[in-house]
């Protein structure tokens, strides 16, 4: 079924029953899509993702008059950043095609022998790459979202069903239907990029509890506030991290110089990103050298400080962080800040506070550098780096679809190769088992 | 909190709030036995896992004694099959205790280095396997599950929460007390494994959910309706297999002899266990010369035969299947047949009616069997051989707590890898990000 003929069944009989009837065929669709786009080879996903990106280029004006009227439609109530997350350029568009290129660019992971071993009964097991099925995203208005989660599903051989914010409904159509242009062209089912056109909320609640078996897993794109209702309402598993909570902890046995580096950029860099730093906490060991000169660097670089009695007694311009400060993703221009006994110290802090999202010690000293790497439970966890690497593109593994923090199929970059799971393949020669 | 601390503890006030502090208190006191057992070295495990392995030899007689109080308590209404999986004996026990010991031969996974690679800006990546954290075990009335799923969990280095079946729970905490003295004894905390104290069926329902985070992943051990029950309900990750409605395809290609014995093995070697077949797919194209022989050796064998009006005509013996035959799982003596046109009208068949468990073909065609294995969307495709090879020792990995069929990440035997995760550690020499 097209957007367009789904649309005028909603519109015709715009009662709950037509919805779930209207979302479970997108479901039913989107689960014979991916059955082709299981089987499809490399070279057939390639093209198509060619050609997607291709049909942006051809389309940019339909989809900037689509964005345009979004704009329109959305008034003047927008925050600036809402706004500019909302809004397309010609630049924009052309990054968007790009970004589906290299996207087709990257390793195919489906059909990759993972393991393989031979039993002494002479079966031979491998263990193989499959994709996922079929993957919900749900996103805010952020129209390239449509692009980029749609083009890596693609590409690990999954179907998708994106549902994207009210404000981006037409943008995200426009692009939609170019991913479609190019499934068609490389001869492989449209659905396999299906949009929810509806804005009614009660199609989400429907993809949360996974569309009758339809939706595999689901990916949340957005603010906490989207990732919460989704974590908590969700039937399905769920792709997510909901906020990062980031440590930079500044060993005994750091440089100063290093360590300084490395706060301020983990912590100022862009302030907004899940990646950046929260909470800083300084070994006691080395408070009378290490404290005061990271503090007074993040401070100059613009940041407010918030710190227990002891940051507040060293620092004046630090102000008293309250128990919630701990915890708190800021996602802005503020660091909390405290003393702590040594590395131990440390993974305790983290372990009470942390969000498992992404932690870095900056010591000399080997030996606490392994019991942090090894003790902090963090999906990432780094030695004298920055926490702002954590991201896909930085670890090298092409576009992300997000950063998931829970504990079951992957934690960290959701990339390629994470949107696909494996199966066991047994070739025997008439095996029975006794 | 001591087992008979919080029995005494519920017993003094058995409301519905104490039930809920009692239970999230053995979620916290598991959460942090499981930060200790992620850092255990494997001699450590290992020794605790020998030393319960003795401790469950050592008090073979007060776990048969608490068994036959189950057993009594239990009454006369229980069935023969039930009767005889609650029922220990001084055999069971010793096997009990051996099966300890071999999960302890088997290899650690946690902190095998799964991936590395170097990035241009000089930082070291690797993905390290760890554990996953807290594991929810729900099973029926087998005290040996108690064991086997105690020991598998402790080996991958998480904490256990186990809940046995009410019949039970005399001879599961006997044993569970041997499991925690092993811990003692090896200088773990012995809350790695917890068994839940009471019977209220509420306390299910609380780990379903999660206690407050504290689990990270729920198994459930038992029939259909404990999974479906758990499935349903559960908030936090679940692994499980609702059911294996698994399919032997007899494909041109097969050899009538080889077709013969893999589909006899199939079904009737043990007709009660998830890697059964169910049904008997025969290629319409070899319907005159390999259907009647499989049929008929199937029906020698005690089997009962469904099948579609094209069956019926050609056997005697068969009876008529309905629609609702093509997605039972029997766990009996009973198989459903049908003829289907080539490997697709098979792939067709099982993707329609299939549990996505474990399927075969039987073909000496090798183009055939490497479509039916890519294609079919199964934890376990096997070719030429028997869907019972469907098990965790028969695939070499040792014991396993169970098999999985959702999409995400573990397929099949879930044995003491696929009870673990990964994390990434990232080592640098000052690196921030631009």
Sequence with gaps: ???????????????????????????????????????????????????????????????????????????????????????????????????????????????TVIAAWDRPNGLRIERVRT????????????????????????????????????????????????????LREAGLPEDAVQLVPTQDRAAVGMMLKGLDGSIDVIVPRGGKSLVGRVQSEASVPVFAHLEGVCHVYVDAGADLEMATAIAVNAKMRRTGICGAAETLLVDRAVADTHLMPVLEALYGAGCAVRGDAEIVAAARF????????????????????????????????IARYGSQHTDSIVTDDPVAAERFLSRVDSAIVLHNASTQFADGGEFGMGAEIGIATGKLHARGPIGVEQLTIFNYRVRGSGQTRP
Tied chains: 1, 2.
């Design 1 to 111: 079924m097209s957007v367009a003929d789904l649309a005028a069944d909603m519109t015709a009989d715009p009662s709950g029953q037509s919805l779930g009837e209207a979302m479970a065929e997108i479901g039913r669709d989107a689960r014979a899509a991916a059955r082709v786009l299981a089987a499809a080879p490399r070279d057939v996903k390639d093209a198509a993702l060619m050609a997607a990106a291709e049909a942006i280029r051809a389309g940019s004006e339909a989809i900037l008059t689509a964005n345009a009227a979004d704009l329109e439609a959305a008034g003047n109530d927008l925050t600036a950043a809402f706004r500019d997350r909302l809004t397309l350029s010609e630049a924009r568009v052309e990054a968007m095609a790009r970004g589906i290129e290299e996207v087709a660019t990257l390793e195919d992971p489906v059909g």
């Design 131 to 182: 994709p996922l099925g079929v993957v919900g995203v749900i996103y805010e208005s952020r129209p390239n979202v449509t692009a980029d989660a749609g083009a890596l599903c693609l590409k690990a051989g999954n179907a998708v069903i994106l549902r994207g914010g009210s404000e981006s409904a037409r943008s995200s159509a426009a692009i939609a239907e170019c991913l479609r242009a190019g």
């Design 318 to 349: 630090a102000e008293p962080a309250s128990e919630e400060d701990w915890s708190t993703e800021y996602l802005d221009a503020i660091i909390s800040a405290r003393l702590v006994d040594g590395v131990d110290g440390a993974i305790q802090h």
